[in-house]
């Protein structure tokens, strides 16, 4: 009786973010690169369950971009020494590995808890139940029990990497199922916190539109605003990306739904009016800035005024522009306040990408954009600085074009 009590404890297994895998609460997983076969094994085999894996995938898995003379028997040695192993671990001593015309399978003896398993079997349910409570329920467990890509520090596998994708895209269609009904329920509590843990596991990938949804429709608007901040200057220094077109419409919706008290129109002016009066351009997120600038077109369209649009951009010595490296983040920082230094307090200043500012210089010419220019190289180049800028000039409605290489 207690030998099968021992050979019914499962092993548990983490496909999603980190590999582990466990059994009665001791870790089965080394750590030291003499034992990544080991792990690689019982990734592969844990995973394909009763199916189990043909030998000829199980080697690739093993031995992928290694020269062997005798792979079939390098596999043999480390399915021998993952067995003695398994056994020196504490595991039932059983037949762990059988192979069965080439198809190598998992005993079982000992049962597999694996999460990417229980992740399907929750979404299978969910799909097929009439009870929206339990599918909302069976929903929001698979959400949170994906906590990562498929094996994601396991870059180099190519059936790891086809899982990966697989997951992902389950994850994904999962995830606007899951929001469409807590919008229908009005929970948008949990549409938060579901937005908030996808962003987690999967950063950059726009799931923070699901985030700023909730926090407008609970009115929320100045935690929202805060949180388009945020989310575009982390997307801007991760990956030089601009809002996406969804986070822009949020934006918009954002403006549209902030209602506001009966107020007098000089309380809404000394609101509206800047805090300070600060010298240099007005610095102001993407949104923004593109909102100045079509004004600024229309404001053209009646004349009286020039305006020109200047891209700065950081190159490095043979002056190619910068997408990368431990210097840019410090250079792009640099080149922000060399701009602010340089411009008036008219002109309005963004943040474009990695390395690159966008600059609304009014009513000026292009001689003086030149100027500016000059003005930013004194505060931004120092002594011995082998980047530099690199300018692009155009006029504002009219085709009249500018280019200055600085």
């Known amino acids: 009786m207690a030998n099968s009590e021992r050979q019914a404890e499962p092993i548990r297994v983490k496909m999603f973010g980190a590999f582990s895998a466990g059994y009665r609460g001791k870790s089965l997983t080394g750590t030291k690169t003499s034992e990544s076969q080991f792990n690689y094994l019982l990734q592969v085999l844990l995973h394909a369950g009763p199916e189990g894996v043909h030998r000829d995938q199980l080697e690739q898995a093993l031995f992928a971009g290694k020269d062997l003379e005798n792979v079939h028997h390098a596999a043999q040695s480390v399915i021998y020494n993952a067995k003695k192993k398994l056994r020196a671990l504490g595991l039932p001593d059983v037949n762990y590995i059988t192979q069965k015309d080439g198809v190598y399978t998992w005993t079982a003896e000992i049962p597999i808890e694996e999460d990417a398993a229980e992740f399907e079997r929750m979404i299978r349910e969910a799909e097929e139940t009439e009870d929206r409570e339990k599918k909302l329920d069976l929903y929001l467990d698979a959400v949170f029990l994906y906590t990562g890509g498929f094996l994601e520090t396991q870059t180099g596998a190519y059936w790891a990497a086809r899982e990966e994708r697989r997951y992902l895209a389950l994850f994904c269609e999962l995830m606007e199922k899951t929001a469409e009904l807590l919008r229908q329920r009005s929970d948008f509590i949990r549409l ?169 210089l009014t009513n000026t010419t292009l001689e003086n954009c030149k100027v500016v220019q000059r003005r930013i190289n004194e505060h931004f180049i120092t002594r011995r600085q082998r980047t530099g800028v690199e300018y692009h000039v155009n006029s504002v409605f009219c085709n009249e074009k500018g280019r200055h290489d600085g």
Not at 234 to 250: A, C, I, V
Request: glycine fraction near 10%; charged fraction near 25%.
């Open 192 to 360: 938060e916190d579901i937005g908030l843990h996808a962003a987690r596991v999967h950063p950059l990938s726009d799931w923070e539109t699901l985030t700023m949804e909730a926090m407008i429709s609970m009115g929320r608007y100045d935690d929202a605003r805060r949180f388009y901040e945020k989310t575009v200057e982390l997307y801007l220094e991760e990956q030089g990306l601009r809002p996406s077109d969804k986070m822009m419409e949020m934006l918009d919706r954002l403006g549209g739904q902030m209602e506001h008290q009966y107020e007098l129109l000089d309380n809404i002016q000394a609101k509206l009016s800047e805090p300070e009066r600060l010298g240099g351009g007005y610095e102001c997120a993407y949104p923004i800035f593109l909102g100045n600038y079509q004004i600024m077109e229309r404001a053209m369209e009646r004349g009286g005024q020039t305006v020109y649009l200047m891209l700065c951009t950081i190159v490095d010595s043979k002056g190619s522009p910068m997408r990368s490296g431990p210097m840019l983040l410090e250079l792009s920082e640099r080149l922000g306040e060399a701009i602010h230094l340089s411009t008036r307090r008219s002109d309005v200043i963004c943040r474009y990408g990695r390395g690159q500012y966008l600059v609304l």
